[in-house]
Structures are given as structure tokens and as C-alpha cells.
């Protein structure tokens, strides 16, 4: 019998996890549960937990944490404040900075000492384990008890090579230090790679177990610092809203924040302000600059009776508001809710060298039992056998593991910055690799996302500059987007712009004034109805047509006559075709994505080369898009820069933001391109995936210099400085074969 369906939902804060395969085995854990499905993202450190009624949140909760783990029901946090308590409060990547920097300066006296027999004092041995301790005991303690944890559920992590590799080299140590040869005074390592059978009572490996823990902390801390970057997403958005508004009670104006307005209240919104939340206009007009929330390139007019969406930006007159729906009811919060369940539902990326571990770990530890049994089989003396059973686990640890990913990623992630590339961190990566839709944006990415004069049509007998000359007079007065893009080509020609006299501004409408002896109206048809004015045949088609294909047409006339149309539109970018034409070469198909019209979607779609388009979509709609192509089986990446974008480029399986776009879509995004060029979109999967593959050649020689010497360490014939050694060329190589990235040229 099935298990019954899951009924309700709980989100849980997961503590503990220091890999993703921690979120896999929790996840695991959960979903053997009847009427469970969870989904836990190492990432955000949450789990997202649908269950049924007989299913209670403290089972849920003792089921993790009989796993290992801890958990706790997630609380929305309050928006912070500058200098508020809990920004005192270390984070994450800040306490391992910390704890890597000791580490460090403790752990280079033990190196140059192990490695440099000038540098080996009398009873400098004894100096290295004062300094190796606290190394392996409170710098390594992460690691051991992730080991230890691991070890419980039968499983074997890069945590537990690491744990076990340096509490070998450290208790070996100790051992020939009280027990063995190596604490006598005047003891040095000698300067031999040789590979030959010596006294293992004598042997030191201090310097190996601090070189281990430093560098796998290293290779921590930049993981770190990089997933904490990943989770601001949220943050950012909500402080996209307005911090405090003009509220209107019982006809007196105050200044209050935002958080005590409640439904029914009316507020003020002068130009230039953001709208405080959803609400209605009761008075005024206006045009409101939308394009954060709903993409839309033109702006919105508005007139009393009409729905407004709070953080848009009020573009021209003052306006009353009513408050309509406030809090976590409103559409911006709704919109945090989209990215936070995105974010959470995205799939763990399993680390590749954990991968590998997993199956490597009960390898080594057999082959170092066996060489035990072996050493003790064939009469030898007890610390021959435990010294080569000792060295295998040594050896087979290498700290070149620890550095394979960050050095790969801040070589590639430095040379993606020289090139407007941006790459937040090693699950960005994997995804490159599988990738075969790319959505993309239309407004800010594909187009400029700003309102320009794509066309001046003058009537029969008008010249051309004249029109243009006379229409900037006059919309010089406005600051309505359309009348800025007006005026911002009359510049560019260097059309001398006249005085307006007379101004007017029809909300919604147009404009009119006086510009010398001419009595000038601008605006749509409607205002010059009110005028008696009628369009010329070809006038009036030009107009159709500038319609039919989704731009703004404004119609110029003076002294009565109409003179000519202006079209406006949101022009593409230049680069653009050439990008997807890119796209194509990688064998990606590129899908146009907006809230925008149709018409307008299809326009700017053949302009580049678009063959899918999907039109007149809302933000939510966004990222049901993104399931739907993911439900058929499609790899998809999002390109977006806008608010409307965020939900939709955390769900996709790699998401890039515009760098010219939003906080939010930039936070919630993979990867940002900086230089606002539709061609960094083929370049960073490029960069992305030659990263990657730098990343695995790391990774196989990581272990390749080491596994190459197990042997040695089983037959007895691994030394101390051959053990530095092999840790010393397999750093060396990883971080050479790193530095290659630097010549990727795009």
C-alpha cells in the first residue's frame, strides 16, 4: 500500500553539514519516512519537508538529528539594520578565516623545519609538536568530526581521508617521539628522496599532518565565503521596498515606517519615490517606472482607480494611494517567497571529491590493514608493521585535494572577472556541463532596457530635424521616460532645444506648450482628438505598423496640423545576434522569455535570431516556464537582470544575471556578467566548463602522486621527506595546472 499523500509543508534549518553529500544522506533519511518528501540544500542550509498529517514536524526533526545533524523550524528572520546585534555576530566563513590564520602561522615553522635540515635545531622535533598540536587537534576538529559522524552511518567522505591522514602522521609521530628514536637530541631528517627501508621508530611526519589541515581549511574557507555570497539573494530583494512612507491620517501628513501601515490606510507617493506597498490610486496621475518588478519596458500610466505594485518607482505626478494589501501579502513578498522555494528545491551538486573518497577511503584502509598483517605475518618487528600500515594512511592523503577546487576557481573566477565574468563557486561549474536551453530575458538583456527613438516619421513637407527640435521643446518640461528619450536625441544631433512657454502635462495623454509662435501638442491620438486633430493617411499607418510591431508611437502637431509621428521602442542591442549566434555553436537553443507583448517579443526575436518565444508572461509565470522546460527533460540556463527574473534564475539549473541588472537577480544567480554584453553568456560557459575540467585534472592528479606511492609505504620503503615530497608535487602541480586558466582567451 502507498504511503499517503503529503499534506502539508515545513521548511527546517539545518546545522552540522560540512559536504553535500551531508544534505544527500539527511535527505535520504527523510524520505524513507511514509507520506515524506524532502528536499535539502547544503547550500542555503534548509530543508524543504512535505508531509502527511500523521507525520508530526518533532519526528522530522529527531529524524535528522538521530542522522547526525541538528534542526530546527525555520523563523523568518527580520530585515537587519546597520550595526544591529546580530551583525556582530561571526559568520561562517569569517570564524574559519580566523581558524585558517592561526593555523597557518603555526603550521609554516613546522614545514620549513621538517623539510629544511639546516633549519633543524637541537630538539627542534619536540618544537613541532608543541606547534602540530593544536594544528591537528582544534584547527582539524571540523574534520574529525565530520569523519566521526560519517564513520556512524557507514559512510566514508573527503572528511574522514583527511581526519584519518593527519591523526596518523600526528600519533606516529608522537609515537617515535616518546616511544622510538626520534626524540633524541640532535635528531635530524636527512635530505633523501631515496626509496629504501630506514629506521620507522625515527620518523616524523609533523609537517604532513600541517600541511593537510592548512590547506584542506584554505580550500574551506573559499567554499565558504562563496556559498555565504549565495544567500543574500533574499536579503537583497526585501530591501528593494520603500523604508517609510508619507501616511495620511485623519488629514494630517506623518512620516512612518513602512511596517506600521496597515489595509486602508492612504499614503503619499511624490515623483521619484517608490510606491510603499500594493495599494489604489484615489487622486493624482502618473507614470510608474515597473520594469524592476514586471520587466515591462514601458512605463506604466496611471489615474485614479488603478492597482499600483509597492517598490515601483513613481516617474511622474504626486499621488494618493490607498494601502491594499501589506506585509508578506504583498506582490515583492511574494516574489522573496518564489526565489526562497526556488532556492531551496534546487538539487545538491555532489562534490567531486567526495565522489571519489567514497569509494577510495575502504580501499586505503584495507591496503593498510593487509600491509599489517602482512609485515606482523612475516616475523617482522611490531613497528615496522604499524610504521608501514601508518605511512600507507599517510600518504594516501593528499593535501593537493584541499586546494584542486579553490585554485581552479580562483584562477578561473580571476580571469572571468578580467573578462566581465563573475562565478560564484564550484556547483556553478557542474551545471555548465549539462546545459542545452538557454532562456533569456528580453528587456535589459537581449535589449538596452531603456526607452530610445528607434524612428522620426515627419508628414509630407516637414523636415525632419524641425520635428525633432520642436518635440524636444516641449518635452523638455516632462520627465516621462518616453519625453527623456525624445530629448536625449536632439542632444545627440546637438539640435538646438528651444524654451517652452506654456507647459502643460496631460497625465497619460501627452503634453503641449509654446515654442516661439507655434502652439505645439504631443501625445496619442486621444489628446488630439481633444484638439480636433485628425492624421494624414500615411501618417496614421505609420503609426499602425509602429503598433503592430510593439513600440510606443507619439504623434507631434502644431498649429492645428498634425506633423509627423515619433516611434519609440526599446532597441536591441548590438551584440545580441552575435551571442546567440554563439549560443547555437555550443549547441544550446536559445528561448526569448518576457512580460512584454507579443508583438513586440517577435520583433525583437527575428531581430536576433530567436526561434521560441514565450510572450505576455508574469513573474511567477517565469518560473513556472523554467519547471516546464526542466519537466521535459531540458538542461535550462536563465539570463535575466530584473526583480521578475530572481525566482526564475534560482530554479534554473544555472542562472545569469546582467551585471547593469538588479541586486536580486545578481544575488540569486549563478553567475553575473559584468560588462552588460550578451556575448559573456557563451564566453562564461566556456570559461565555466574549461574550469571544470581543470578542476577533475586536479583532482586525478591530486590522488595520482599519492596513490603512485602507496606501494612504497606498504613495502616500508617511504621516508619522511619522500612523504613531503609527494604532498609537495601534487600542490605544485594542481596549482600550475590552475594558473593554465589564465590564458583562456574566450
Known amino acids: ?110 614545514i620549513a623545519m621538517g623539510m629544511i635540515p639546516a633549519l633543524q635545531f637541537t630538539n627542534w622535533q619536540w618544537l613541532s609538536l608543541t606547534l602540530t598540536a593544536p594544528i591537528v587537534v582544534w584547527g582539524g576538529a571540523q574534520f574529525h568530526r565530520a569523519a566521526w559522524i560519517n564513520a556512524r552511518h557507514g559512510a566514508a567522505t573527503m572528511d574522514t581521508l583527511i581526519s584519518l591522514g593527519s591523526l596518523a602522521a600526528f600519533a606516529w609521530s608522537v609515537y617515535a617521539l616518546f616511544f622510538g628514536d626520534a626524540g633524541m637530541p640532535g635528531m635530524k631528517h636527512p635530505f633523501s628522496f631515496a626509496i629504501e627501508r630506514g629506521n620507522s621508530s625515527s620518523a616524523l611526519y609533523f609537517e604532513v599532518a600541517a600541511t593537510l589541515i592548512t590547506a584542506i581549511l584554505a580550500g574551506r574557507y573559499f567554499e565558504t565565503r562563496s556559498k555565504e555570497k549565495a544567500g543574500s539573494a533574499l536579503r537583497a530583494l526585501l530591501e528593494l521596498g520603500a523604508k517609510d512612507v508619507s501616511v495620511l491620517r485623519d488629514g494630517v501628513e506623518s512620516r512612518i515606517p513602512v511596517g506600521e501601515l496597515r489595509v486602508g490606510d492612504r499614503f503619499l507617493v511624490r515623483p521619484g519615490e517608490k510606491i510603499a506597498t500594493d495599494g489604489v490610486v484615489t487622486h493624482g496621475s502618473s507614470a510608474l517606472d515597473m520594469s524592476m518588478l514586471t520587466g515591462e519596458s514601458v512605463p506604466v500610466e496611471v489615474s485614479p482607480g488603478d492597482p499600483v505594485v509597492g517598490a515601483t518607482v513613481n516617474a511622474g505626478g504626486l499621488l494618493t494611494v490607498r494601502a491594499t494589501r501589506v506585509g508578506s501579502d504583498t506582490q515583492l513578498a511574494q516574489m522573496a517567497a518564489l526565489v526562497e522555494e526556488a532556492q531551496n528545491g534546487k538539487a545538491p551538486v555532489q562534490r567531486l571529491a567526495d565522489q571519489i573518497a567514497g569509494g577510495f577511503v575502504p580501499i586505503v584502509i584495507a591496503i593498510s590493514v593487509a600491509a599489517l598483517g602482512f609485515w606482523l605475518g612475516t616475523g617482522a618487528a611490531a613497528s615496522t608493521a604499524f610504521g608501514a600500515a601508518v605511512a600507507v594512511l599517510i600518504i594516501a592523503c593528499p593535501c593537493a585535494l584541499g586546494l584542486a577546487t579553490p585554485t581552479a576557481l580562483l584562477v578561473g573566477t580571476g580571469r572571468g572577472a578580467q573578462l566581465g565574468i563573475l562565478i560564484k563557486g564550484p556547483q556553478v561549474l557542474e551545471s555548465t556541463r549539462r546545459i542545452d536551453t538557454v532562456v533569456l530575458d528580453k528587456t535589459g538583456t537581449v535589449t538596452t532596457g531603456r526607452m530610445t527613438l528607434a524612428e522620426t516619421i515627419p508628414a509630407d513637407g516637414v523636415d525632419a530635424d524641425e520635428l525633432l527640435t520642436v518635440a524636444a521643446a516641449v518635452e523638455h518640461g516632462s520627465e516621462h521616460p518616453v519625453a527623456k528619450a525624445v530629448v536625449a536625441v536632439a542632444h545627440q544631433r546637438e539640435l538646438p532645444v528651444e524654451r517652452v512657454e506654456q507647459f502643460v502635462s496631460h497625465g497619460g495623454k501627452g503634453v503641449q506648450g509654446l515654442v516661439g509662435e507655434r502652439a505645439v501638442v504631443i501625445g496619442r491620438t486621444e489628446l488630439l482628438e481633444d484638439w480636433s486633430i485628425t492624421l494624414p493617411e500615411s501618417l496614421a499607418e505609420a503609426k499602425i505598423q509602429a503598433e503592430r510591431a510593439g513600440k510606443t508611437a507619439i504623434v507631434v502637431a502644431w498649429d492645428g496640423v498634425a506633423r509627423g509621428v515619433l516611434v519609440i521602442a526599446d532597441a536591441v542591442k548590438p551584440t545580441s545576434a552575435q551571442a546567440i549566434s554563439e549560443m547555437r555553436a555550443l549547441g544550446l537553443t536559445p528561448v526569448l522569455l518576457t512580460g512584454d507583448n507579443a508583438a513586440t517579443a517577435r520583433t525583437v526575436a527575428d531581430a536576433v535570431g530567436i526561434h521560441e518565444v514565450i510572450a505576455e508572461v508574469l513573474p511567477s509565470d517565469k518560473l513556472d516556464v523554467v519547471k516546464q522546460l526542466q519537466d521535459r527533460g531540458k538542461v535550462v540556463a536563465m539570463v535575466g537582470d530584473g526583480v521578475n527574473d530572481a525566482a526564475a534564475l534560482a530554479q534554473a539549473d544555472l542562472g545569469l544575471a546582467m551585471g547593469a541588472g538588479t541586486d536580486v537577480a545578481i544575488q540569486a544567480a549563478d553567475i553575473t556578467l559584468v560588462r552588460d554584453d550578451l556575448r559573456s553568456v557563451p564566453t562564461s560557459i566556456r570559461l565555466s566548463r574549461a574550469t571544470l575540467r581543470t578542476i577533475k585534472g586536479n583532482l586525478f592528479w591530486a590522488f595520482g602522486y599519492n596513490v603512485a606511492a602507496i606501494p612504497l609505504a606498504a613495502a616500508g620503503l617511504l621516508n619522511p621527506m619522500l612523504a613531503g615530497a609527494a604532498m609537495a608535487l601534487s600542490s605544485v602541480f594542481v596549482v600550475s595546472n590552475s594558473l593554465r586558466l589564465r590564458r583562456f582567451k574566450g
Do not use: W
Not at 547544503?42 to 541538528?70: N, Q, W
Not at 530585515?79 to 603550521?107: F, I, M, N, W
Open 1 to 110: 500500500m502507498s504511503a499517503p499523500a503529503p499534506e502539508r509543508s515545513i521548511e527546517l534549518d539545518i546545522g552540522g553539514m560540512t559536504c553535500a553529500s551531508c544534505a544527500s544522506r539527511i535527505e535520504k533519511k527523510l524520505n524513507r519516512m511514509d507520506g515524506v518528501t524532502a528536499t535539502v540544500n547544503y547550500a542555503t542550509e534548509k530543508a524543504k519537508v512535505h508531509f502527511a498529517e500523521s507525520v508530526t514536524p518533532d519526528e522530522l526533526i529527531a529524524k535528522v538529528v538521530d542522522t547526525g545533524y541538528t534542526a530546527t523550524v525555520h523563523q523568518p528572520e527580520p530585515l537587519k539594520t546597520a550595526g544591529s546585534e546580530a551583525d556582530s555576530v561571526p559568520s561562517a566563513a569569517q570564524q574559519l578565516r580566523y581558524r585558517l590564520l592561526v593555523t597557518l602561522s603555526l603550521a609554516v615553522p613546522v
